[in-house]
């Protein structure tokens, strides 16, 4: 199921006030003139101008993966997929119908429909009719569980059943704890942008989720690829747009297995967790719940208890998605900083916790001391600061540099015309001629004495070296 914006998923959105009113413009085909050669799209209903250009030229911008040489198979064939998954869904939108569309799709040059054709081609039109078809009832079935977003309070809306999505997903593993930092960390960011798309770097998200830089990163590239989606790729100045998806299935396949009713089934539910997200995103970015401090496992577990208190550990390490030995590990550990408490088997939150969650107890910092935490977001950002300044000060011109083309490299011994009295080439400092150097014919200094050792050449070019910067 694709949308018309990405070919990934549905993500409507509202980044700010004017997204809020914008609204892809139509091309009125009717009026084109049948000396045009697109002049065929004039007999059907009118799509937005980006799905306009992508059904007649085809994916020019590479919006929807890659086609290049040294892609492989599978993802040339993915690409045309999302392509005709994209233009499907933008015809159900605009009022198409499914007629409409397998004829737009075989029966005229638009580029769009080259993989249904090459389908045709090769086994026959009812089978390229057919694919069409099935493209078509699940561009359908997207387009009718979607949010329209008309207004910033369904934005809002929006974000906040997307947070409850994320924080009740299935991040089991220590790598799967990561992962949800950083989406709550990106979550953060649409909500402060009004909407799914926005800009953040991977390190504005490291301070934000409480990781290093590159746990983002790999997070968000290679852990998260069914919940973000980068449109842009930053750049020094700023940092990569991106897009929030709904994320996996909630179901799993699995081995075929007899039903009530008879009948077999290849899905399973997956173990998900039930966790408060507003208490993941206040407490994830603390010192006290950073790495070899309490740790994301404490973090997903006063989470749940905060959602529901008054639970069992078994019920915690379904709610958590932990196991039992790092549920009693942890749990311990709450107990032992008065966070947590039990009674007969079932753990509830502290008053203390309580008062905290709700901003009225400010001792967190005390916490993150006690367990040997305490500065490292501080030191985080201090870090994240210096890098940037390296990168602005130093990375960026040179590639600047190195880019441009009328750039004359310069190397350092390049004889300034002043050293040179009569062909003899004169001490900057004292005005003394220096005997056994010379200029050579490219301009720039050459020893004539032979005997010399490599030792003592390197001590007089480092000496030379030092009198050219001092001059």
């Given amino acids: 199921m694709l949308d018309h914006f990405t070919g990934r998923g549905p993500v409507p959105h509202a980044t700010c006030d004017t997204n809020l009113g914008h609204v892809f413009g139509t091309t009125a085909v009717s009026e084109h003139s049948e000396l045009h050669p697109h002049h065929w799209f004039r007999r059907f209903p009118a799509l937005s101008q980006r799905m306009t250009a992508l059904m007649i030229e085809g994916d020019e911008e590479q919006r929807y993966g890659t086609t290049d040489r040294s892609s492989s198979k599978h993802k040339k064939s993915d690409h045309r997929h999302a392509v005709t998954a994209a233009v499907a869904t933008a015809c159900v939108r605009f009022g198409w119908g499914q007629s409409q569309f397998v004829e737009a799709m075989l029966d005229t040059p638009a580029k769009a429909g080259n993989n249904a054709r090459n389908m045709v081609h090769r086994k026959g039109r009812q089978h390229g009719v057919t694919y069409l078809e099935r493209v078509w009832e699940r561009a359908q079935d997207l387009v009718g569980d979607t949010r329209i977003i008309a207004s910033r309070p369904d ?154 208190d008054q639970q069992s550990v078994s019920e915690l390490i379904e709610a958590a998605t932990v196991s039992q030995a790092t549920a009693y590990r942890h749990l311990n550990r709450l107990a032992e900083h008065g966070l947590a408490f039990c009674i007969n088997g079932i753990w509830e939150l502290t008053q203390t916790t309580r008062a905290a969650l709700q901003g009225v107890w400010e001792g967190w910092d005390q916490v993150a001391a006690e367990v040997g935490t305490y500065g490292t977001s501080w030191r985080r950002q201090q870090r994240h600061q210096d890098e940037r300044a390296v990168w602005r000060g130093m990375v960026i011109p040179r590639m600047r540099e190195r880019r441009a083309s009328n750039v004359i490299p310069i190397r350092g011994d390049e004889v300034k015309p002043g050293y040179v009295v009569d062909g003899m080439v004169v001490d900057p400092m004292t005005g003394e001629i220096i005997d056994g150097l010379v200029v050579a014919d490219d301009g720039r200094f050459m020893l004539l004495d032979d005997d010399l050792d490599y030792d003592e050449l390197t001590r007089r070019a480092r000496e030379s070296q030092m009198m050219y910067l001092a001059a």
């Fill in 155 to 308: 934005a809002h809306f929006d974000l906040l059943a997307l947070r409850d999505r994320i924080a009740s997903a299935h991040w089991k593993g220590t790598a799967g704890s990561s992962a949800m930092r950083v989406m709550m960390a990106h979550w953060h960011a649409a909500y402060r942008a009004g909407g799914r798309k926005y800009t953040l770097s991977h390190r504005e998200a490291a301070e934000i989720a409480g990781c290093t830089a590159r746990t983002a990163y790999l997070c968000a590239t290679k852990r998260l690829p069914r919940w973000l989606q980068c449109t842009e790729v930053g750049s020094g100045d700023k940092g990569s747009t991106w897009i929030l998806l709904d994320g996996p299935s909630q179901q799993r396949p699995t081995s075929m297995g007899a039903q009530p009713e008879g009948g077999t089934s290849s899905v399973s539910e997956l173990r998900n967790g039930e966790l408060d997200g507003a208490v993941v995103g206040r407490l994830m970015g603390l010192d006290a719940f950073a790495h070899r401090g309490l740790g994301s496992s404490s973090l997903k577990l006063v989470a749940a208890l905060h959602l529901r």
